[in-house]
């Protein structure tokens, strides 16, 4: 497998290998790869058990992860996937764990995701009731209790498609709002969601779009993904009883253990750093609801 350095991830993919069919299940759907990344049985049936081994007297809180390939844990060169999903549920039940001490009641976390290597939000949005890769088709499909928050990071590719040289060739500025709305429309999609009693609470969580060395090399792309990134914390500020906004952990540095060779993708530090700086705003988050 080759991959040309710094090229926007929806170039990149392209080439990528096909995940272990032992622990993803992978469907391609217009040239593009779904990841569901739940383990052995379907995603439905994991979110209905708790993964921790504590006694919780509560039921466990329940946290979908939605994205492109930096969700699913593409990492370049490795044809292994290092999602940052287990390092969020593990660090979360730590903390929960821990405050079990100064409290007479326990609760679990459960973090599962669904990472879609190569896909734009766009496409995400056009699939949304797909059954193998859609986002609201397994935010209904999770049930007794359903999901407690959703977090969302994708954009990566968007950003990549519209400011190529290989697809634009105009000179004109592209419009932030406008590249963003496919992000708005997925969390419009969750908060639009009934939850078991019928009521519209699942809460969601914007990650700020990172850095990468296509940014470096592209101003536009670079002054793209701020603009989509101002545009998700207005729309955070504008609901803030249920949307959280979060810039990017860690900046994109060439060379940084945490980022992949590519200057696109992390490393496996990269995913598991990120899950364990995600974990304390997904707590006050879970405090909150």
């Not at 088709?137 to 954009?155: E, M, Q």
């Not at 969750?190 to 969601?204: A, Q």
């Not at 952990?249 to 940084?256: A, E, M, S, V």
């Amino acid at each position: 497998m080759t991959m040309t350095l710094f090229l926007p991830i929806s170039t990149l993919l392209i080439t990528t290998t096909r995940c272990s069919s032992l622990l993803f299940h992978s469907q391609p759907i217009l040239n593009h790869r779904a990841t569901l990344s739940a383990g052995h049985r379907s995603i439905n049936t994991i979110l209905k058990t708790s993964s921790s081994s504590t006694s919780s007297t509560l039921p466990p809180k329940r946290i979908f992860c939605y994205g492109d390939s930096l969700t699913a844990g593409t990492a370049f060169p490795s044809p292994e996937l290092f999602p940052y999903g287990p390092h969020l549920e593990q660090e979360l039940n730590k903390i929960f764990t821990s405050d079990t001490v100064e409290s007479s009641s326990s609760s679990s976390v459960v973090v599962r995701w669904r990472g879609l290597p190569g896909w734009t939000a766009s496409a995400m949005v056009d699939y949304v009731d797909d059954p193998s890769t859609g986002l609201r088709s397994a935010l209904t499909g999770i049930r007794n209790p359903s999901l407690s928050l959703v977090i969302i990071l994708a954009g990566t590719n968007d950003i990549g498609s519209l400011t190529s040289s290989m697809i634009r060739i105009d000179n004109d500025d592209i419009d932030a709002n406008v590249a963003v709305e496919p992000i708005l429309k997925l969390h419009k999609t969750c908060l639009d969601c009934e939850g078991d009693d019928g009521t519209n609470d699942i809460r969601t969580l914007a990650v700020g779009i990172p850095g990468s060395g296509w940014q470096e090399m592209n101003s536009k792309a670079a002054t793209l993904c701020s603009g989509m990134n101002d545009a998700l914390r207005n729309f955070a500020s504008s609901h803030p009883e249920r949307v959280t906004y979060l810039d990017f952990p860690f900046p994109y540095q060439r060379g940084d253990a945490k980022w992949s060779d590519d200057g696109l993708h992390m490393s496996s530090e990269g995913y598991e750093t990120l899950g364990r700086e995600l974990a304390p705003c997904v707590k006050q988050i879970l405090d909150r609801i």
